[in-house]
């Protein structure tokens, strides 16, 4: 039978053979061969049904032309994009550099306070004393690229820093928020260590700066660096656990984009209205946190008249003699949640423990 077909075949080949070019052919050839392996009955079988209108598969979409090879780059690389980013910029306490001419110069301020200082530390050379010292300033923070492949790597956005920064006082820890925002860390860290306790529960403030500095934002996210005190009803919430920390980063909440270009991008400075805020807050963002100003208020006074903080200037007042140690603690996280300058809002469970129970260890002495 298989001899009988295919002498059949070879005649329709032939015949065929005068009609088809050779690609058609070695179709048919190679289906005929595959009807034979398949049935041993040489019938066709009845034809398929006809596939229902609409239902049949519907045609693969066009394939997207590929990107243009400068494409990605002229997203940024072009001139209104970046003088909307300068006139950003502009509005920036960065540009204004209020502290510039005070420690833009001082080998232990320019590292965070002048363009110079910040480009000699972060290249790892040593702290020196910047005689002509300037505001930072758009290569202060950036510089170039470490990869043009941004679909692979990521777009490090030409940053001078955006890996993890280990905390200079600390020497450990080591604070990554995976994005840009490493770049703020640099610099938006404390200078001074909490108090610590010398066993006696008693205490010398003797420093007129008694507080973490102004650039503790990034610690106070995290929730360290506050002074816990002992016997606080408040709980103090995990190390790292802030909403505000998990879910969001100083870049999302402070460089996004604004309707009215005040806020966000490069002016640096936050939003209640950020697109970031409202993944969470699905119908208001709450624009402060609850019962903190007024405690505020009521430590402030407190450590006035202790004469812990001078009520014209609000300068803390060297002390002569010891205080009691939780005094001195009340005093540390009110200077704290203070200078952070988000009035709770970095975030808001551990401020509002570090001030709850520092009002409290002053009412009962
Ligand atoms: C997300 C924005 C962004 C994209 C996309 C981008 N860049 Fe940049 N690039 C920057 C920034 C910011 C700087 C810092 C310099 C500046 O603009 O002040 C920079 C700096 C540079 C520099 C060094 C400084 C200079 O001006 O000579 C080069 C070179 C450069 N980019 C090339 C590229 C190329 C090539 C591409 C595309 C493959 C690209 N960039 C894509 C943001 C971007
Ligand atoms: C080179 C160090 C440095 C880096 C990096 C840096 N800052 Fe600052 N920042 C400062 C200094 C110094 C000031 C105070 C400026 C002054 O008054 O002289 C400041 C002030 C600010 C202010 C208050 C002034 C204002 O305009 O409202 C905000 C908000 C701020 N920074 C946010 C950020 C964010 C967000 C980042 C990261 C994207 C960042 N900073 C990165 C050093 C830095
Ligand atoms: C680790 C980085 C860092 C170092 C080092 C540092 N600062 Fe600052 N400083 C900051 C940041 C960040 C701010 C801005 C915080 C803000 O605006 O909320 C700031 C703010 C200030 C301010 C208030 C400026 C204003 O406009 O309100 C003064 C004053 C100041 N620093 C002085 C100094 C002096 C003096 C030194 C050295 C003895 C010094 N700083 C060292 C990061 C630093
Ligand atoms: C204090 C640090 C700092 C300074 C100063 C700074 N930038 Fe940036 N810039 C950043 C950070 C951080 C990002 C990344 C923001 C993000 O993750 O969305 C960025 C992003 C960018 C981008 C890409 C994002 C976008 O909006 O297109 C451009 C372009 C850029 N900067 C240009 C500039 C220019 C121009 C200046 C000076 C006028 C400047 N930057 C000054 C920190 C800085
Ligand atoms: C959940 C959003 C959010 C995150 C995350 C966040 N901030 Fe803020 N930040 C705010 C808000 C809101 C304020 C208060 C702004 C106001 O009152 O106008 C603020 C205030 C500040 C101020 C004081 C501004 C001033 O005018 O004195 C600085 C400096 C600052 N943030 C830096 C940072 C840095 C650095 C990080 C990351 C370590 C960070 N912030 C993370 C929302 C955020
Ligand atoms: C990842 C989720 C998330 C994002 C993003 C977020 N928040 Fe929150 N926010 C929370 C949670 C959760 C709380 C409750 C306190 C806590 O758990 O720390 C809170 C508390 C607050 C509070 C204190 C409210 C009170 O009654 O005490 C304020 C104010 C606030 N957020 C403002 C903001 C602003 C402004 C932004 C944007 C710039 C923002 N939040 C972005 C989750 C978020």
């Known amino acids: 039978m298989l001899l009988n077909l295919h002498k059949i075949l070879n005649k329709q080949i032939s015949n065929i ?113 910047i005689s002509s010292p300037t505001p930072v300033s758009c290569t202060t923070c950036h510089n170039k690229h470490s990869t043009f492949d941004f679909a692979t790597d990521g777009n490090d956005f030409a940053l001078r820093n955006m890996a993890p920064v280990t905390l200079t006082l600390t020497d450990n820890y080591v604070l990554d928020y995976g994005d840009s925002s490493n770049n703020c860390v640099s610099c938006h860290q404390p200078r001074s260590m909490a108090p610590v306790d010398d066993g006696t529960g008693l205490y010398l403030q003797a420093n007129q700066r ?31 656990t802030a909403k505000h920390r998990t879910g969001a980063s100083c870049t999302t909440c402070h460089m996004g984009t604004s309707s009215d270009g005040l806020t966000g991008s490069h002016t640096f400075k936050a939003s209640f209205t950020a697109s970031v805020c409202t993944t969470c807050h699905t119908t208001t963002v709450p624009t402060e946190v609850t019962g903190l ?12 008249d202790l004469g812990l903080i001078d009520p014209v200037t609000g300068a803390t007042i060297v002390q002569t003699t010891t ?7 009340a ?24 001030i709850s129970n520092a009002v409290e260890a002053l009412d009962t002495p």
């Open 210 to 240: 008694f507080y973490p500095h102004y650039g503790g934002q990034s610690t106070m996210l995290e929730g360290i660096q506050g002074s816990f005190i002992a016997g606080g009803t408040t709980a103090y919430p995990g190390v790292g």
């Open 293 to 304: 100003a007024s405690n505020m208020a009521i430590l402030k006074l407190k450590l006035e």
């Open 17 to 129: 053979m005068k009609k088809f070019k050779l690609i058609s052919l070695m179709m048919l050839v190679a289906s005929s061969l595959m009807f034979i392996q398949c049935t041993s009955d040489p019938i066709a079988g009845p034809q398929g049904l006809a596939g229902i209108d609409g239902q049949d598969g519907s045609n693969g979409t066009n394939g997207t032309n590929g990107v243009d090879g400068t494409a990605s780059c002229i997203a940024c690389h072009n001139t209104s994009h970046r003088d909307a980013i300068q006139t950003s910029y502009d509005l920036s306490g960065h540009a204004a550099g209020g502290a510039v001419a005070y420690a833009g110069s001082r080998d232990s301020c320019s590292r965070c306070h002048s363009n110079e200082g910040y480009i000699n530390y972060i290249t790892g050379k040593p702290a020196v004393a």
């Open 323 to 329: 205080i009691p140690f939780k005094t001195a603690q």
């Open 331 to 354: 005093l540390w996280n009110y200077e704290t949640v203070y200078k952070d300058g988000s009035n709770g809002v970095h975030n808001p469970k551990y401020a509002t423990a570090l």
